[in-house]
Each structure stands twice: as structure tokens, then as C-alpha cells.
């Protein structure tokens, strides 16, 4: 009965071992939260990360919000945001990944609350 225990508990920990292993080799790209503030630009109905250049809002009227509000009502991301990659967030390994959706906390562009992080 002992031998079968620790047979159960070698097999166990090797299948953990295995995964976490392969994990490291499948990533996922970070998503830009539904929460994350964004300023808007009402004119050319574009969003703006919070940290952009003052090139993209001259001359407009620009207001901020929540991303998901700005995309109920039509606005689209700002090409040169996007280019820059301010909407993109960190890879993270398949581990890292399934800690964050534990609670664990961990390197991001955004926090909980949708705050930019840099």
C-alpha cells in the first residue's frame, strides 16, 4: 500500500514538473482591460493611451474614459498609438498567466482598476 503512495506522488509531481516546463514555452499576449482609462479625441472619433503625444490631441476636443465605453460609442484606436504598441501589453508565459487569473499579481501595463502602470 506504501509503494503505491509513492508511486501516485512520483507520477503527481512529474506531471507538475512536465507542465510547468512546457508552460515556459506557451505564452499570451496581455490584453488592454475593458476598465482602462483612454482620452478620446471627439473630432476624428479616435482613443488615445493616457500617454500620448500632444501631436495626436492638437487642435481637438479630447475628453477621457473607460475603454469600453469609447468603443460602444464608435471610437477606434489611434493608429499611432498603436504603432507605438501603447496598447499592447506584456507576454507572459502560460504559468504566469493562469497565477493572474488566481489573483496572483504580477508585471502588467495596467492594474485591477484599469490605472496605466507607466
Not at 57 to 86: N, W
Request: one cysteine or more.
Amino acid at each position: 500500500m506504501e509503494k503505491t503512495y509513492k508511486i501516485i506522488t512520483v507520477v503527481l509531481i512529474s506531471i507538475l514538473l512536465i507542465g510547468f516546463f512546457l508552460s515556459i514555452y506557451i505564452t499570451t499576449d496581455e490584453k488592454i482591460p475593458d476598465n482602462a482609462v483612454v482620452v478620446v479625441t471627439l473630432e476624428d472619433k479616435l482613443y488615445h493611451s493616457i500617454h500620448l503625444d500632444y501631436i495626436c490631441i492638437a487642435g481637438k476636443t479630447a475628453k477621457t474614459m473607460v475603454l469600453s465605453k469609447a468603443k460602444e460609442r464608435g471610437f477606434k484606436p489611434d493608429p499611432h498609438c498603436q504603432d507605438l504598441g501603447y496598447f499592447r501589453g506584456n507576454t507572459l508565459f502560460l504559468y504566469q498567466n493562469i497565477l493572474s487569473k488566481l489573483g496572483i499579481q504580477y508585471n502588467s501595463r495596467w492594474d485591477k482598476n484599469g490605472n496605466w502602470l507607466w
